[in-house]
């Protein structure tokens, strides 16, 4: 895996949408365990705990590190457990297993058999519900880029991020490239890491044909998050009119 060479910078910045990233809590029923796939430092399970305090927490991530810092985080909730073994025993028990800035990860950093058997574990465990909120975008953004927008962007951004960004990606010509460096070019603490993860693996369109039949949606959202739209507005003057964010909740009939 890609070190991440601060994680309390890291952390912070996954803590800060955790509202949005609650959306599915106030549209289940009869829930009693959340497994939280990818639970980093547990900000999100602590934050779903004030909403839901009966239910019970499993936080599952593989980066040792994150799982040592959510236990110290976490001491005084017994409903709160961490584990860096994925949690098989919790499914077919009124569960939810929630897949929170995670998917992009797993394509960025597993193997192919790896990815499979992610899949795997989230569709074929029998959870009663799946909770998916990512980055997303759908096929129809893969088009050229408003030139106007694009001439804004490499006069306005620093020369070496877009160098960087186009050694990885390809050229800001093309518009998912373009919305991909406007996600990421605030993340300077973490650069060399962030500017190589793809966060945009899989379309919203093959996102949606993963989903086996015994799955229904219960929620979909597209959108592009409001703070992303100011920040970029404000330092490039670009206005984002594709959606760049999913949010998704699949209940088993
Ligand atoms: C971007 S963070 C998201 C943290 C949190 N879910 C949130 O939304 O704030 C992704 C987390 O997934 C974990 N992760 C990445 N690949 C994983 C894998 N294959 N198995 C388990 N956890 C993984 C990382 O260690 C990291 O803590």
């Keep these: 895996m890609n070190q991440i060479s601060d994680i309390s910078i890291y952390t912070s910045r996954m803590a800060k949408s955790c509202e949005d990233k609650l959306f599915?809590?106030?549209?289940?029923?009869?829930?009693?365990?959340?497994?939280?796939?990818?639970?980093?430092?547990?900000?999100?399970?602590?934050?779903?705990?004030?909403?839901?305090?009966?239910?019970?927490?499993?936080?599952?991530?593989?980066?040792s590190e994150m799982i040592k810092i959510a236990r110290n985080k976490s001491v005084d909730t017994s409903n709160?457990?961490?584990?860096?073994?994925?949690?098989?025993?919790?499914?077919?028990?009124?569960?939810?297993l929630n897949l929170s800035s995670v998917i992009h990860e797993i394509y960025s950093y597993c193997s192919t058999d790896e990815v499979k058997e992610f899949w795997d574990n989230v569709f074929l465990s029998g959870f009663d519900y799946v909770s998916i909120r990512d980055m997303c975008i759908s096929e129809n953004v893969y088009r050229l880029t408003n030139i106007t927008d694009y001439w804004k962007l490499i006069n306005a951004a620093d020369k070496n991020q877009i160098?960087?960004?186009?050694h990885n990606w390809g050229s800001l010509m093309r518009n998912n490239n373009f919305l991909h460096f406007l996600m990421?070019?605030?993340?300077?603490?973490n650069w060399d890491r962030e500017v190589?993860?793809?966060?945009?693996?899989?379309?919203?369109?093959?996102?949606?044909?993963?989903?086996?039949?015994?799955?229904?949606?219960?929620?979909?959202?597209?959108?592009?998050?409001?703070?992303?739209?100011?920040?970029?507005?404000?330092?490039?003057?670009?206005n984002i009119n594709d959606n760049t964010h999913v949010k998704l909740l699949l209940k088993r009939k």
């Design 163 to 166: 160098r960087d960004f186009e």
């Design 80 to 96: 709160i457990n961490y584990t860096n073994i994925f949690p098989k025993d919790i499914c077919n028990k009124n569960s939810l």
């Design 184 to 189: 990421k070019y605030k993340y300077i603490e």
């Design 24 to 63: 599915f809590m106030n549209k289940i029923s009869k829930v009693k365990n959340i497994v939280d796939f990818g639970c980093a430092d547990g900000a999100l399970i602590r934050e779903m705990n004030k909403v839901l305090p009966d239910i019970n927490y499993i936080g599952y991530d593989n980066n």
């Design 196 to 238: 190589k993860e793809n966060y945009f693996p899989i379309t919203l369109e093959e996102l949606l044909k993963k989903i086996p039949s015994d799955y229904e949606i219960a929620y979909i959202e597209t959108y592009c998050l409001p703070y992303l739209k100011s920040i970029v507005e404000k330092d490039f003057g670009i």
